[in-house]
């Protein structure tokens, strides 16, 4: 192992709201760990919800769960890694012997742990630990838009839920960076006909540059309205497939209308633990409607890194706004305020 320092740099939450920059010993490694120097690790809308103490986080807890870093020491088991790799860190640890890990369903184990949200130190850290089974090389890609892979995985987890059939028509509403990474793995994956509709503005412009769709339709912030009607009429049998990807109950309440007799609505927003919504079960029965429900992911990472580190799916632009540790209250605004389509936080 390289020299290291004894301490580190972090963000800590005592409590929801509660943060402040620490200096604690570095990570621990567990027998299968690698120790990970931090480059940078993004900032998304679940960083807010654990901020406002509206997600399934536990604290006290350095939260970060979308890392990239550089390998800098291991326990003395690993294999396949060596000191200056580069790496994205794959969040989740699951247990492996509840009853959902036993029947093959591990995004839904009993026990399930994720650094940076639940029960681990995550990557707001200049050094976090990971084990090696959890880390995963990329070469091409820069560090900043690697934060990315991530959510890209979690996307591909919806990807894999909706299976679309070759030919399929597909909704997705909202422009935000795993919606423009679910857009890419929809056309890439048997979508021939893709409309986004999302805000109008800088997202939207974003999705057009990265060719994420066939269609756009740019809805107006103060009376979205009559660009709903016109996708009903541009699309009078609907859509085989519908992503409700802006986190929005109310959008995704209405949504359900745009969905084809045999189609899919996926609920792939983060939604308020206090939202709710109303649909007639004769909709859903008499048109056979499949509500899909998308959280997180497992074992997505490889198919991940292959799309992303190829520039297959494109990131460019994605990520316009980074800060250090130290700016984590102006990164969080960003977030709230939406002027950041994706932010990081960057190390040197």
Known sequence: MTSLPQSMKALRYEKPEDWSIVQVPLPKLRPGDVLVKVKACGVCGTDLHIH????????PLIPGHETIGEVVGFSDDVKGFKVGDRVAADNSELCGHCFYCRRGQELLCEDFK???VLGLDGGFAEYAAYPQGRLFKINNISDVDATL???ASCAMHGLEKIAPKAGSH???????PTGLMMAQFLRHSGVSQLTIAAPEGTKMELAKS???GDFYVPLSRSNPAPQWEQIKKDNPYGFDIVVEASGSAKVLEDAINYVRRGGKLVCYGVYPNAARVTWPPSKIFGDEITIVGSFSETYMF?????????GKVKTH????KTFKLEQWGEALESIRNKSAIKAAIVFD
Request: cysteine-free.
């Open 210 to 212: 990265l060719d994420a």
């Open 317 to 320: 632009g994605i990520v316009n």
């Open 114 to 116: 994720a650094h940076g």
């Open 302 to 310: 490889p198919s991940t890194v292959d799309y992303l580190d190829s």
């Open 52 to 59: 406002e103490g509206e997600f399934i986080a536990k604290f």
């Open 149 to 151: 892979i991530e959510p």
């Open 170 to 176: 597909a909704l997705l509403i909202g422009a935000g």
